[in-house]
């Protein structure tokens, strides 16, 4: 072989090599280490998911076992408090009010033509324990019929009054009726019929869990088409309809009579949020978040069930661990420029009250947060699997978070799967109030992996330590550690390099 030939196969295979060094993966972490992580991230979940901790559930003794056991974790890390309160070194109160409706009467009268709605055909709810409202003629309290309320509304229109309005199709018909709580005296949301009344209180008649902070006092009530035309006679609701839809409509006062009572077993309890940190040497150059909430749901089997706590391994005490381990990682490496925060958060499950608590006050000014992580559901895959993006899109952070991505030799997974869950997971509220704030992991990438869960174990007592999968759990780990050192760095991330959209 000639050594002009030789010269040409040498750089050949060169070339080969290099084309193959640069599909290759990095390699973020070699097997021995992946198993002293999973060993650390299923000795936590054990813990938090046991029988011991009760489900989790605020205001019950499963909460009280869970934080402690965090902030004995917390301090075990090396954390400092994140509280901003020398008071209170972990903990940041979420104040909270649980309601179970007991009863309620609804009586439509309009002259002589008076009717007690049976249950039929109407449901109240309040969120006190007793609640007593009237309206109509002689009561000075108006009845405003506005349509389905998606028109202008001027708010001295309903101020005080008893608010009727057309519900919104779908599963929550009273949607529309939240705009108008705060001012009207009570709000009667008209669903079309039995069935769909029957899945109002289906939704309804369960605990519901609320921060007291953003409670209201106005009544709900619910009836059907049916009962508004027997009242009102049925061609004149029908001509009321009908003018409803109209381009020019304004609210009508009806002359409809109204009496209205509702009882409801209420308790005021406070939860926490547990927040520490890691603090920046760099002072003033902004700070990182990473949440993952603590609650679930205690117990949610059936009352003649054998099973009925819901454990919430995967949902979220996966979340807990994977936080964890990465406050550890990064603990033991080299300070970062910003301080790096840890937020386990409460009453998530309950509607994202708890990070809507820390949203009201929080710790640190949310102008100062260059990126916030929410860890949720992350043992489902196995080693190697699509991430889920969260968020993508909605942030500057997108580039370096698909850079590390595919640095790591992994593939962003089904977007339109991703987007469905972007109001249902904490990091919503922080979006909302302009944190870039996203949600990284392999159990949204893919159906096959996310549906599997969703049909059989998602808020079920299956939901165990023994059937998480943590391959793609310390995959994700490893991301955010490495995403969290970038962001962290001042000199990398600049904030006036990557201004807001």
Not at 370 to 383: E, G, I, K, Q, T
Not at 468 to 473: C, F, I, K, P, Q
């Amino acid at each position: 072989m000639s050594l002009t030939r030789i010269r040409l196969l040498v750089t050949l295979l060169a070339s080969l090599m290099l084309a193959a060094c640069a599909r290759a993966p990095v390699a973020s972490a070699p097997p021995p280490e992946r198993d002293a992580i999973a060993a650390r991230l299923s000795a936590d979940i054990a813990t938090l998911a046991s029988d011991d901790f009760a489900g989790r559930k605020p205001g019950t003794p499963g909460e009280e076992k869970t934080l402690a056991y965090l902030e004995q974790r917390f301090a075990e890390v090396g954390l400092l408090s994140g509280t901003g309160d020398p008071g209170s070194y972990w903990r940041m109160p979420v104040d909270l009010t649980a309601t179970t409706p007991i009863s309620g009467k609804l009586i439509l009268a309009r002259g002589r033509n008076a009717l007690v709605v049976p249950d039929e055909e109407g449901a109240v709810y309040t969120r006190r324990r007793r609640a007593l409202a009237a309206g109509g003629p002689a009561t000075g309290v108006p009845v405003v019929f506005v349509g389905r309320g998606e028109g202008p509304v001027a708010p001295e229109t309903v101020a005080g009054a008893v608010v009727v309005l057309i519900g919104a199709e779908g599963r929550e018909p009273a949607i529309m009726a939240d705009s108008y709580r705060g001012r009207a005296t009570a709000v009667i949301t008209v669903v079309p019929d039995a069935a769909a009344l029957a899945a109002v209180r289906t939704s309804r008649e369960a605990e519901r869990v609320r921060l007291l902070s953003e409670e209201v006092d106005a009544l709900s009530a619910y009836v059907t088409d049916h009962v508004l035309a027997q009242v009102l006679g049925k061609a004149n609701w029908e001509r009321l309809k009908e003018r409803s839809t109209e381009p020019d409509f304004t609210p009508i006062e009806i002359q409809l009579a109204i009496s209205i009572e509702a009882t409801a077993d209420r308790r005021e309890y406070t939860s926490s949020n547990l927040v520490g940190m890691i603090p920046g040497s760099v002072p003033g150059s902004g700070a990182v978040l990473v949440l993952a909430h603590w609650d679930h749901l205690g117990e949610c089997g059936a009352a003649d069930a054998a099973e009925r706590i819901c454990h919430g391994a995967v949902d979220n005490a996966s979340g807990l661990a994977v936080m964890l381990e990465l406050a550890r990682r990064l603990k033991t490496g080299p300070p970062p420029d910003r301080d790096i925060y840890f937020m386990a958060t409460s009453a998530e499950e309950a509607g994202l009250l708890g990070v809507r608590a820390f949203a009201k006050a929080p710790p640190v000014p949310l102008t100062s947060i260059v990126a916030a992580f929410n860890l949720d559901m992350l043992a489902l895959a196995p080693a190697g699997s699509p991430v889920g993006f969260i968020g993508e899109g909605r942030t500057p952070l997108d580039p370096v978070i698909r850079e590390e991505i595919a640095r790591s030799g992994r593939t962003t997974g089904d977007k339109a799967l991703a987007e469905s869950f972007l109001a249902r997971q904490d990091g919503w509220v922080l979006l909302e109030r302009g944190v870039p704030a996203v949600l990284l992991s392999s159990a949204f990438g893919s159906r096959e992996v996310l549906q599997p869960f969703l049909q059989s174990g998602y808020h079920r007592p299956s939901d165990k330590a023994d059937a998480v999968e943590l391959g793609g759990a310390i995959d994700d780990l490893l991301l955010h550690e490495r995403l969290v050192r970038i962001l962290a760095d001042a000199a990398r991330y600049p904030v006036a390099a990557a201004p807001r959209p």
